[in-house]
């Protein structure tokens, strides 16, 4: 790929989920609802009902913006997208592709891709509607509206990606912005991301800066995993270098095509030459208002504290490494779970070590996310006061960790009494004198030089003991004891 460079731009799409109603109606934002309940005459286009702009839906469009360093407008307004489809009962989406519309213009987001920074400039960011969502079967389609409405960002990139697996690192960190800024869970999974995929190829030795040198460009629509999105750029890079290489590249007309996860290619649907006019025009029903200083003010300042601000806190305040503060901040479930612990007063390295080993490792295992996890925090502060008490060993944390885990019991019945690890000197000291006055030729041979058999009484201690002893007081009895004899 050095004869070539890849121009790539994405159109992210991405629900706001953490509304609790539509950006227009009423209606709950919850699309896992039982098929068509969240929804309201406007969601489903009866004539006569009107659009009432969701302030909340606003207020975080506006804070995405900011995040995204964009230019936010002089007032919100909105704009009719008009086209048919039987998930669009109006005949229409409001949107805000137009500028000076759209919630947020230009900008840019530095990302990390393979540990090296990366910067994309942000074309525009808008607040849109989603539209209703279609299920299609052997010999009928159904149609849920509960999508219909749901508050929907669709971010816009300039094409400054120029490999699929940048691109998936910019998803990725776009997601992390999303769900620690508390805009949206961003779960591809529920299909809360989807994401447009643009690409073309150029010769290295020309100027990128230069849009003439671009080459035509070939759109992906709706791809949902970011593991597609990466895999349908290289495939598509692959397929339009062959082109060159055969000389038809320049005959390729701009197109639409498909990702398709059988084949793992790209098909052809359709020619940009037939594109929709979409005839946008003002939505006349939605008022044109005026953003405040203040209001705007008051959002800036309430700009959640975002992955890589809490990683830098972890590894300054905490001194966590690098390492371990990148695995807990990744997921914002896990970070809020490892400062719910420092909270209750786990220390940070202790907590970071359990959370990062412990408690992610079962949770992978057991495939369910952190927040469903037996071992809430206030749990495994309990494992940690135990250890500290002296109750139990560090070995037997684990394994009260994961009984605890396993037989669905709060982890303090573990430690009662009969279970608790021995710390007593003068019982320890009782039963090292007896171990050692039944054991005169270990003790001789151990006196001639071979010092392994210390672990030997160590390890009659804990067999006497059900390894209850406490090893650290145990070695200096021991220790003690050899000497004096
Ligand atoms: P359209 O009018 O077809 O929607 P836009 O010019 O609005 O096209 O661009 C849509 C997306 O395509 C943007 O993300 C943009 O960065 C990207 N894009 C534009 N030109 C190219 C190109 N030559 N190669 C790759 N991506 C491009
Ligand atoms: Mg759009």
Redesign the pocket.
Known sequence: MTKYLA?????MHCEISKTKSKVFSSAKNDFSDTPNTSVRPLDMGFPGTLPVVNKEAVRLALMASMILHSKQPEYIWFERKNYYYPDLPKGYQITQDTNPIPVGIGGYVEYECHGEMKKVRV?NIHLEEDSASLDHYDTTSTINYNRSGVPLLEL?????FHSGEEAMAFLEHMRSVYQYAGISDADTKKGQVRC?V???I?DASLDESN?EN??????MKNVNSFGGVRDAINYEIERQIELKENGTYDEMP?QTRRWDEETYSTIYMRS?VD?LDYKYFVEPNIPKYKLTKEWLEEIRASIPKLAMERKQEYIENYHLSEYDAGVLIKEKSVSDYFEECVRLGIEAKVAANWVTVNVVGECNKLEIPIDEFYITPEYLKQIMDGMKEGLISSKQAKEIFYKSCEEKKEPKIFMNKENAQISDRDELLKLITTILDENPSQIEQYKSGKTNLFDYFVGQVMKNTRGKANPVITKELLTEELNKR
Do not use: F, R
Request: proline content about 8%; glycine content about 8%; cysteine-free.
């Open positions: 121009k790539i731009g994405l159109e074309t816009v990139t300039e094409p400054d447009d643009n690409v073309s150029m849009p671009w080459g035509t460009k070939v759109e701009q940009k594109a």
